[in-house]
C-alpha cells in the first residue's frame, strides 16, 4: 500500500523526512519497500495557467494548436499537440528552464512556425500517472498558483507490505497512528476529527430502508441518502493528487470519494444509484443459481455460501468484495445511496475466493475493519460528495447486531518473561494505552484489558505482548544463543541426511527444494485411487494457492514439476532428488496452549504430537534423459528403471541396511517396471521405484520413460545401526565363484540371491548380479540369473572341498526353494 508523507503527517504532525519515518514504522514491526518522491526529476516550480486562445494550425498532418496561456504574472505563447482542452480553462505549464523527467529542460524554441515558450504538461510527462492521452485540465484554481503544491510534487511516498494481522494499517489512518507513537506526537483521529462534519438531514427527506437477514454475515450496516447531487462535478485536485500518489485512478467524483475515504480510514463503502435501487437495501445469503453481474462485468453464478447485498429486485453486489453492475454511479447519477457495513473476514474471505475475486474493499475485511467505523466513515464520504458536488442529505438508515466486546486477562509481568529483558508495568500500561486499549486492575500485577475496536486481531495475552515488544522496540531483544551441551554435536538423524545427500551428489543428482503444498490435480494425474490414504493430507484455512491447498503427502509432484519447468527451458537431462517431509492423515482439533515461558511438559509435548498428522521424511528421486553423456565412447544412456532402484540400493547399502525387491503395484508407476521396497525381515512397504506411468510422464511433458523412487526415509533410518562398527580385515585369500541358475520368469532376482546369502553364511563376503539372459538357449517363461561371489574364510584357507561343498549346497537349496537349475 502506498501513502503520500504530507496525508501521514495530516494526522500525526510529525516533522522527520519519508525516510525517517519509514524506518520507525520498520522498528514497529511494519514492512516498508521503498520511499518515492511524486514527480522526482521536476526542477523548478510549476504554474497555473488559463488559456485565452486558440489557434488550430491546420497545415500539419497532426492536430496542433497555438495557444495563448496566462500564467498570473504574463501570458505566453505555447505550441500544444494535445485537444482536449478548450479556452477557458486551467492547465498545468513548465516554463522555460523548468527540467521535467528524464533530464528534459524546457526552452523557448521554434517549432510549427511559432516560437514556443514553455510547456502544457501531461500527467505522464510530469511523472504523476500514465496518462498520456491529454493534457491536465484543473479546476478551481487560479492563474500563477503553484502546481506543483496542487499536484503532490515533491511529497514523499511510502511503500508499506501490510502483513495479513494488521488490518488497521490498510488506512492512513492506522499508519498515522504508529508514526504518531513512534516520535511522541500527538494523534488526530480522523474518525473523531470529521465526525460531526455533515450536519442534520434536510426536513422531509427519509433515507432509504435497510436490514439484515443473517447478523453472523454482516453484524452493522447503514445506508446514507444524498438528493441533487451534480454527477458533472469535478474531483478535487488534491484528492486526485493523493489517490495517484496511493496508486489508484481518478474515475469519478463520487467514486473517487469513497475510494479516498477507504484510504483515509480503512472502512470500505459502496456507492449506489439511488434511483436504481428498488425497495428496501438488506444483506442475505444468496441463493442457489441466482446471477449477479459484478463492476468488472463478469457474470457470477451465486449460491447458498455467498453474502450478498440486493434489494427487491435481486443481488445488487457481493458483500464486501465488489459492487453489482446494474446500479453503479454513472454520469446521469443525482441521487446517491451510500452504503458501509461490517462483514466478518469469513464472510469476505468466503466471496471472495469463491469468485476469485481479490479488491481493495475485500483485502481490508479479510484483514479486519473497525467494527465501530462504518457510520463515521459513511458521514465522511456524504460530508463530501456534498462540498465538491453539491445536493442534500437526506439521513441515515441502520441495523446491527449487539456488540460484544473482548476482553483479555493479563498479566503485566507476562511480556518481561517472554521477551527475556525487563520491561516494567507503567511501560507496559503506556504501551497498551498507545494501541487505544482500555484497562482496569484484576488483582495484584494483573488488569481486564479491552483492546481497541481497530483491533480486533488482539485476543488472547499472546497478542498483547507482541504489542507491547514491538512499541519498546524489537531492535532492544537481547541476542542470546543457547550453549549446546558439550560433546553431542549433530544428532543421528542430521548424520544421517548429510551421508544420504552426499551419497546421492556423488552420484550426479541434483538436490532441490519444492514447495510443500498439493492440489487435487496433481493426485489426480498420480492416478491416487480415492481411497488411497496419501489423499488425506490436511487442508490449509489460508492457503497461498486455490490450486494447492492440501499439504503434500507424497514428494513426487513438486519434484516432477521442477523437472518440467527445467525440461520447458530446454534442460531434458535431468536427475534430481529431494528430502523433505509428507503429511499424512488429518489435524486432530486441540485447545492445548502451552506458552512461550518454558518448555512444554512432557505430556503437553505428547497430546501436541496426537494432534498432528503423521509427517515421515521422505526421499525422492526423478530421472529424465540421458543419464550418460554421449563423447567418443559412444551413445548417451538414457534413464531406465534400474537408475532409479540402484539410487535406493545405494542408499541403503550406505546405511547398513539389507532391502527386499520384489515386483510390485503403484497406481504412478508403469506395470511390470515397478520395484516394491521392504526392509529385510520386517515386512512393510517402505518405498517404490521405477519407471513412470506413461500418463503421468504425459501430464508433466517429460521425456518417454522417466524413472522416480519414493522411500520413507524415516523408515531407513530407524532400521540403520545407530553405531558405526569398524570393519574386520582378514588376510585369508578370496575364492571366487560364478554361478547361473535358470528360474521361472516369475522369481525376483532378490529372492535367488537371499537364498545363496542363506546357503553361504558368514563366508559370503560380496554378491553382484552381473547378467539376466532370455532367450532360445533356456526353456521358455524362464530365465538365466548369473551371481558373482566372493567367498572368504576369516581364519584358514578354504580348501577344494569347502568350495566344492558350498556349491552343492547353493544349487540344492537354490532348486528346492524356486525350482532353479545350474545352467
Known amino acids: 500500500m502506498k501513502l503520500p508523507l504530507s496525508w501521514i503527517k495530516e494526522f500525526a504532525p510529525a516533522h522527520e523526512s519519508g525516510r525517517e519515518v519509514a524506518q520507525a514504522l520498520i522498528n514497529a514491526g511494519l514492512e516498508v519497500e521503498s520511499v518515492d518522491t511524486v514527480g522526482e526529476g521536476i526542477h523548478g516550480t510549476l504554474v497555473i495557467g488559463r488559456v485565452l486562445e486558440i489557434e488550430e494550425l491546420t497545415e500539419f498532418k497532426k492536430p496542433i494548436r497555438?495557444?495563448?496561456?496566462?500564467?498570473?504574472?504574463?501570458?505566453?505563447?505555447?505550441?500544444?499537440?494535445?485537444?482536449?482542452?478548450?479556452?477557458?480553462?486551467?492547465?498545468?505549464?513548465?516554463?522555460?528552464?523548468?527540467?521535467?523527467?528524464?533530464?528534459?529542460?524546457?526552452?523557448?524554441?521554434?517549432?510549427?512556425?511559432?516560437?514556443?515558450?514553455?510547456?502544457?504538461?501531461?500527467?505522464?510527462?510530469?511523472?504523476?500517472?500514465?496518462?498520456h492521452a491529454g493534457i491536465m485540465v484543473l479546476s478551481g484554481v487560479e492563474p500563477g498558483q503553484n502546481a506543483n503544491k496542487l499536484l503532490g510534487i515533491g511529497d514523499q511516498v511510502l511503500d508499506i507490505a501490510i502483513t495479513p494481522d494488521r488490518g488497521y494499517a490498510l488506512s492512513v489512518r492506522g499508519i498515522a497512528r504508529e508514526v504518531a507513537t513512534a516520535f511522541g506526537v500527538d494523534f488526530r483521529d480522523p474518525a473523531s476529527h470529521f465526525e460531526p462534519e455533515l450536519g442534520a438531514p434536510k426536513t422531509g427527506t427519509t433515507p432509504r430502508d435497510c436490514a439484515i437477514e443473517d447478523f453472523s454475515a454482516c453484524e452493522l450496516l447503514t445506508l446514507r441518502t444524498i438528493n441533487g447531487f451534480n454527477p458533472d462535478a469535478l474531483t478535487p485536485r488534491y484528492m486526485v493528487a493523493r489517490?495517484?500518489?496511493?496508486?489508484?485512478?481518478?474515475?469519478?467524483?463520487?467514486?473517487?470519494?469513497?475510494?479516498?475515504?477507504?484510504?483515509?480510514?480503512?472502512?470500505?463503502?459502496?456507492?449506489?444509484?439511488?434511483?436504481?435501487?428498488?425497495?428496501?437495501?438488506?444483506?442475505?445469503?444468496?441463493e442457489s443459481g441466482e446471477k449477479l453481474e459484478t463492476l468488472d462485468h463478469v457474470e457470477r453464478i451465486l449460491s447458498p455460501l455467498d453474502t450478498v447485498i440486493a434489494d427487491s429486485s435481486g443481488p445488487i453486489a457481493l458483500a464486501g468484495t465488489m459492487g453489482g453492475f446494474a446500479t453503479e454511479i454513472d454520469g446521469n447519477t443525482t441521487n446517491i445511496a451510500i452504503e458501509a457495513a461490517f462483514f466478518p473476514a469469513s464472510t469476505v474471505a468466503g466471496n471472495s475466493r469463491r469468485h476469485k475475486i481479490s479488491s481493495e474493499a475485500s483485502r481490508r475485511f479479510e484483514r479486519?475493519?473497525?467494527?465501530?467505523?462504518?457510520?463515521?466513515?459513511?458521514?465522511?464520504?456524504?460530508?463530501?460528495?456534498?462540498?465538491?458536488?453539491?445536493?442534500?442529505?437526506?439521513?441515515?438508515s441502520a441495523?446491527?447486531?449487539?456488540?460484544?466486546?473482548?476482553?483479555?486477562?493479563?498479566?503485566?509481568?507476562?511480556?518481561?518473561?517472554?521477551?527475556?529483558?525487563?520491561?516494567?508495568?507503567?511501560?507496559?500500561?503506556?504501551?497498551?494505552?498507545?494501541?487505544?486499549?482500555?484497562?482496569?486492575?484484576?488483582g495484584p500485577g494483573t488488569l481486564l484489558v479491552t483492546p481497541a475496536s481497530w483491533r480486533p486481531d488482539l485476543t488472547q495475552p499472546a497478542d498483547l505482548v507482541e504489542?507491547?515488544?514491538?512499541?519498546?522496540?524489537?531492535?532492544?531483544?537481547?541476542?542470546?544463543?543457547?550453549?549446546?551441551?558439550?560433546?553431542?554435536?549433530?544428532?543421528?538423524?542430521?548424520?544421517?541426511?548429510?551421508?544420504?545427500?552426499?551419497?546421492?551428489?556423488?552420484?550426479?543428482?541434483?538436490?532441490?527444494?519444492?514447495?510443500?503444498?498439493?492440489?487435487?490435480?496433481?493426485?489426480?494425474?498420480?492416478?491416487?485411487?480415492?481411497?488411497?490414504?496419501?489423499?488425506?493430507?490436511?487442508?490449509?484455512?489460508?492457503?497461498?494457492?486455490?490450486?494447492?491447498?492440501?499439504?503434500?503427502?507424497?514428494?513426487?509432484?513438486?519434484?516432477?514439476?521442477?523437472?518440467?519447468?527445467?525440461?520447458?527451458?530446454?534442460?531434458?537431462?535431468l536427475a534430481l532428488y529431494e528430502i523433505g517431509s509428507v503429511f499424512l492423515g488429518g489435524v486432530n482439533k486441540s485447545d492445548l496452549d502451552p506458552g512461550v515461558e518454558s518448555k512444554p511438559s512432557e505430556q503437553a509435548w505428547v497430546d501436541m504430537q496426537q494432534a498432528l498428522p503423521a509427517q515421515p521424511e521422505h526421499l525422492g528421486a526423478v530421472f529424465c534423459g540421458a543419464v550418460e553423456s554421449a563423447g567418443v565412447w559412444g551413445s548417451p544412456r538414457l534413464?531406465?528403471?534400474?537408475?532409479?532402484?540402484?539410487?535406493?540400493?545405494?542408499?541403503?547399502?550406505?546405511l547398513g541396511i539389507a532391502l527386499e525387491i520384489r515386483t510390485g503395484s503403484d497406481p504412478s508407476f508403469h506395470p511390470g517396471r515397478c520395484a516394491k521396497l521392504t526392509l529385510a525381515g520386517a515386512g512393510g512397504v517402505i518405498g517404490f521405484a521405477g519407471e513412470l506411468h506413461p500418463s503421468i510422464v504425459e501430464y508433466w511433458n517429460l521425456p518417454k520413460r522417466s524413472c522416480a523412487a519414493e522411500v520413507d526415509l524415516t523408515k531407513l533410518m530407524s532400521a540403520a545401526p545407530r553405531s558405526t562398527v569398524a570393519p574386520t580385515f582378514s588376510n585369508s585369500p578370496l575364492a571366487k565363484e560364478d554361478?547361473?541358475?535358470?528360474?521361472?520368469?516369475?522369481?525376483?532376482?532378490?529372492?535367488?540371491?537371499?537364498?545363496?546369502?542363506e546357503a553361504t553364511g558368514d563366508l559370503l563376503e560380496t554378491i553382484r548380479l552381473f547378467d539376466v539372459y532370455e532367450g532360445d538357449q533356456i526353456p521358455p517363461s524362464h530365465k538365466s540369473l548369473a551371481y558373482s561371489l566372493r567367498l572368504r574364510s576369516e581364519g584358514h584357507t578354504l580348501s577344494a572341498e569347502q568350495l566344492h561343498n558350498l556349491r552343492d549346497r547353493i544349487i540344492s537349496l537354490v532348486a528346492e526353494r524356486v525350482g532353479g537349475t545350474l545352467r
Not at 463515521?376 to 460530508?383: D, F, M, P
Not at 511480556?415 to 486499549?437: C, F, P, Q, Y
Request: glycine fraction near 10%; hydrophobic fraction near 40%.
Open 243 to 286: 489517490l495517484q500518489a496511493s496508486g489508484m485512478r481518478s474515475i469519478s467524483l463520487a467514486v473517487d470519494v469513497t475510494n479516498y475515504v477507504m484510504l483515509e480510514m480503512g472502512q470500505p463503502t459502496h456507492a449506489f444509484d439511488l434511483d436504481k435501487l428498488e425497495g428496501a437495501v438488506r444483506v442475505r445469503r444468496g
Open 66 to 131: 497555438w495557444c495563448q496561456v496566462d500564467i498570473g504574472t504574463q501570458i505566453r505563447g505555447i505550441v500544444c499537440g494535445a485537444s482536449n482542452f478548450a479556452v477557458g480553462e486551467c492547465v498545468v505549464v513548465a516554463e522555460p528552464g523548468i527540467t521535467l523527467p528524464g533530464d528534459f529542460t524546457i526552452t523557448s524554441r521554434e517549432t510549427y512556425g511559432h516560437v514556443s515558450d514553455g510547456m502544457i504538461c501531461s500527467e505522464r510527462e510530469l511523472g504523476l500517472g500514465p496518462d
Open 368 to 396: 479486519g475493519v473497525d467494527r465501530e467505523l462504518a457510520p463515521v466513515a459513511s458521514a465522511r464520504v456524504c460530508a463530501l460528495l456534498i462540498e465538491h458536488g453539491g445536493g442534500t442529505y437526506a439521513g441515515m
Open 739 to 757: 554361478l547361473a541358475f535358470v528360474v521361472e520368469r516369475g522369481y525376483p532376482a532378490t529372492e535367488v540371491e537371499a537364498i545363496i546369502r
Open 467 to 573: 504489542e507491547v515488544v514491538r512499541l519498546v522496540g524489537y531492535e532492544k531483544l537481547p541476542s542470546t544463543l543457547p550453549t549446546a551441551p558439550a560433546g553431542r554435536g549433530l544428532t543421528f538423524e542430521q548424520r544421517t541426511r548429510r551421508r544420504v545427500g552426499n551419497l546421492l551428489a556423488g552420484r550426479g543428482l541434483h538436490e532441490i527444494r519444492a514447495y510443500p503444498f498439493i492440489g487435487s490435480a496433481d493426485l489426480d494425474a498420480l492416478r491416487f485411487p480415492e481411497n488411497d490414504p496419501r489423499r488425506s493430507s490436511p487442508t490449509l484455512v489460508n492457503p497461498l494457492s486455490e490450486l494447492a491447498p492440501k499439504m503434500r503427502s507424497t514428494l513426487l509432484p513438486g519434484l516432477l514439476s521442477v523437472a518440467a519447468r527445467n525440461v520447458g527451458r530446454g534442460e531434458n537431462d
Open 639 to 654: 534413464a531406465s528403471w534400474r537408475d532409479s532402484l540402484d539410487a535406493v540400493i545405494a542408499v541403503a547399502d550406505e
Open 399 to 442: 441495523v446491527e447486531s449487539p456488540l460484544s466486546e473482548t476482553v483479555i486477562e493479563f498479566d503485566l509481568g507476562l511480556s518481561t518473561r517472554t521477551a527475556g529483558m525487563s520491561i516494567d508495568h507503567a511501560t507496559v500500561i503506556e504501551k497498551l494505552n498507545a494501541i487505544g486499549a482500555t484497562h482496569e486492575p484484576r
